[in-house]
Structure formats: structure tokens, C-alpha cells
């Protein structure tokens, strides 16, 4: 996504998901930024669909992100219990229908087993060592888990709070107040 191009459009944010020792734990920022200026710090982007015991993260525009995410809860309606082929199918929608492809977003998918990163590029990603990020700050948050990942024995809430926290140090458009869902 190119932010440059139009100045009244929402910047990015920090979304992280984190699975160790059978804990999933997503994890997003508050910042709303329209433009360069931050018009909110306590958005929630990260939230959980109870029904289906799945956690949903977007980053990009609120309103692009609010749309994917209802739409997925109906494909998890149509496919319980079946995640990876309700995210190919929004993916597969997001892809090719005129309306959905305008949308400008990304979502963290997860549920207590597996994560996938979802574009509208028709991208459905699952990571291989249980962490996936997007966002702006996404690459720092990623970075930052990764090394915690490797050479700490923190749970994994505590690598999405300290990942999440050094991407809010280092990017513009993340801050410190987080939102986290637990499976």
C-alpha cells in the first residue's frame, strides 16, 4: 500500500500475532493517524470472534478493516470450524470482486492452532515459527518477537507486549496503547 499518495488517508498501524507453548496472542495498537496527524490513540483493531474462537487484527483503513473482518465471521458462519478455508474464500471475494478489491487493508487471522496474514492480493500466508505482523510497524514488532522468540523463555504474551512496545518506540504511526486477545 502506497500511504504517500492520498494525504486524507488513514496511515497503518502495528498488528502482532504470537504462538508459543500453546497460547495465541494477538496484539495491536490504539493510533488512528489521518494524514500526519494522529486523530485517535485508542482504537481497538484486534478483537475476538467468541462464537468461533478466532482472533481478527486489520491494519489499513478502519472502515476497509471493519468490512473484512464481518465479512470473514460470515465465511466462518458458512465453514465452521474450517479457518484456512474461510480466510481462501475472503481472500478469493477480496481478489475478485470490483468493490472488495478497492479495499485498502490487511487481517491477521488466528485461532488457537494456526495464524494466516490475508490480503487483497488473494494472499492467505501462514507463518512457519508462529509469528506474522503487518502494519507500518509491522517489520519492527516481527523483528523484535523474532529475537525475543529465539533467545528468551517469555510466555507469549509477554513477546507480543515487549515486540509491540519496541515497535511503538521506532514507528510513527504505533503507539503504546495496546489492545491484546488471548486463545
Request: glycine share 8%; net charge positive.
Given at each position: 500500500?502506497?500511504?504517500?499518495?492520498?494525504?486524507?488517508?488513514?496511515y497503518?498501524?502495528?498488528?502482532?500475532?504470537?504462538?508459543?507453548?500453546?497460547?495465541?496472542?494477538m496484539?495491536?495498537?490504539?493510533?488512528?493517524?489521518?494524514?500526519?496527524?494522529?486523530?485517535?490513540?485508542?482504537?481497538?483493531?484486534?478483537?475476538?470472534?467468541?462464537?468461533?474462537?478466532?482472533?481478527?487484527?486489520?491494519?489499513?483503513?478502519?472502515?476497509?478493516g471493519?468490512?473484512?473482518?464481518?465479512?470473514?465471521?460470515?465465511?466462518?458462519?458458512?465453514?465452521?470450524?474450517?479457518?484456512?478455508?474461510?480466510?481462501?474464500?475472503l481472500?478469493?471475494?477480496?481478489?475478485?470482486?470490483?468493490?472488495?478489491?478497492?479495499?485498502?487493508?490487511?487481517?491477521?487471522?488466528?485461532?488457537?492452532?494456526?495464524?494466516?496474514?490475508?490480503?487483497g492480493?488473494?494472499?492467505?500466508?501462514e507463518?512457519?515459527?508462529?509469528?506474522?505482523?503487518?502494519?507500518?510497524?509491522?517489520?519492527?514488532?516481527?523483528?523484535?518477537?523474532?529475537?525475543?522468540m529465539?533467545?528468551?523463555?517469555?510466555?507469549?504474551?509477554?513477546?507480543?507486549?515487549?515486540?509491540?512496545?519496541?515497535?511503538?518506540d521506532?514507528?510513527?504511526?504505533?503507539?503504546?496503547?495496546?489492545?491484546?486477545?488471548?486463545?
Open positions: 500500500m502506497d500511504f504517500e499518495k492520498r494525504p486524507d488517508q488513514m497503518s498501524t502495528t498488528i502482532l500475532c504470537v504462538k508459543r507453548d500453546g497460547k495465541m496472542v496484539c495491536g495498537d490504539g493510533q488512528v493517524t489521518l494524514g500526519h496527524t494522529i486523530v485517535k490513540g485508542t482504537a481497538r483493531k484486534v478483537r475476538k470472534i467468541d462464537k468461533h474462537n478466532v482472533l481478527v487484527g486489520f491494519a489499513g483503513s478502519a472502515a476497509d471493519f468490512a473484512l473482518s464481518e465479512r470473514l465471521e460470515a465465511k466462518l458462519e458458512k465453514h465452521p470450524e474450517q479457518l484456512m478455508r474461510a480466510c481462501v474464500e481472500a478469493k471475494d477480496w481478489r475478485n470482486d470490483k468493490v472488495l478489491r478497492r479495499l485498502e487493508a490487511m487481517l491477521i487471522v488466528a485461532n488457537k492452532d494456526v495464524i494466516f496474514s490475508v490480503s492480493n488473494g494472499d492467505v500466508m507463518p512457519e515459527n508462529g509469528i506474522t505482523a503487518i502494519g507500518s510497524g509491522g517489520n519492527y514488532a516481527l523483528s523484535a518477537a523474532l529475537a525475543l529465539e533467545n528468551t523463555h517469555l510466555n507469549a504474551e509477554e513477546i507480543a507486549r515487549r515486540a509491540m512496545k519496541i515497535a511503538g521506532i514507528c510513527i504511526y504505533t503507539n503504546h496503547n495496546f489492545v491484546l486477545e488471548i486463545l
